[in-house]
């Protein structure tokens, strides 16, 4: 069955240092794969995303993500946090290339120390 | 920049209440879906909705729930018969037919029932 796995359900890190994010999944077909971004009282807010090409890319706010598809995993990273940053990811892959069904992970919950 | 609007923000009804979450699309989407997160759990997918039909629905959506595109502009979700267990964050999103695009989501309705 289809299924993505973050295997860290919340991560403290000090402002300034760097982040990564795991993330894994489990998908017979080609992976479409997304991170997306909630603030607290917030929608989700997409990353980036990963169709195809490029393995590393590179998204909005600073982050940027490698799709390894020996590892089954689209590790998401920053390479210094900033506070606002405080937020929960979520990784998901998608069904198609046109924004279709996703199924999403548990979540990651970052707090950010000053 | 265009987003997805949903209301109310907040809804609180009570069990055995029928309840419609509203939503309105980026306007030249033709893609729609609905997700839930029950309070600390993964954003789940409930059902997606093409050309004035539903195109796959989750086990989740059972006879309770509905999906309608009453006009050109709304989308919408409604629960015949509340549960506390349908108590939740719904998301609705869209996404357009450009391949290699993402879905966007709204702010999403918080449902409480009681």
């Known amino acids: 069955a289809q299924s993505v796995t973050q295997p860290d359900i919340h991560i403290t890190v000090s402002e300034g240092a760097s982040l990564e994010l795991r993330c894994n999944y489990s998908y017979g077909a ?6 997306y971004v909630q603030s607290p009282g917030q929608g989700l807010q997409l990353l980036l995303k990963y169709f195809s090409g490029d393995t590393l890319v590179q998204g909005i706010k600073g982050f940027e993500a490698e799709f390894k598809r020996s590892q089954s995993s689209f590790n998401l990273r920053k390479p210094s946090v900033h506070w606002s940053d405080a937020a929960e990811y979520f990784c998901a892959v998608g069904e198609n290339n ?17 | 920049e265009p987003e997805v609007t949903q209301t109310p923000s907040h809804q609180v009804t009570q069990m055995g209440q029928e309840v419609i979450l ?3 699309p980026i306007s030249n989407h033709l893609y729609f879906y609905w997700y839930r997160q029950i309070l ?25 729930f509905s999906v309608e595109r009453p ?9 015949r018969s509340t549960k506390l267990e349908d108590s939740a ?8 037919q450009a391949v290699n695009t993402e879905a966007f989501f709204g702010q999403g309705t918080r449902l409480t029932v009681v």
Do not use: H
């Open chain 1, 30 to 35: 080609t992976p479409y794969l997304f991170w």
């Open chain 1, 98 to 114: 046109q924004g279709g069904k996703l199924i999403f992970g548990q979540g990651t919950e970052l707090s950010v120390k000053p």
């Open chain 2, 22 to 24: 509203r939503c309105v």
């Open chain 2, 40 to 64: 600390g759990q993964k954003v789940e997918f409930l059902v997606s909705f093409y050309n004035n039909e539903i195109s796959e629905k989750s086990e989740i959506f059972d006879d309770q």
């Open chain 2, 71 to 79: 006009d050109g502009s709304n989308f919408t979700l409604k629960i």
């Open chain 2, 89 to 96: 964050m719904y998301f609705c999103a869209s996404s357009g």
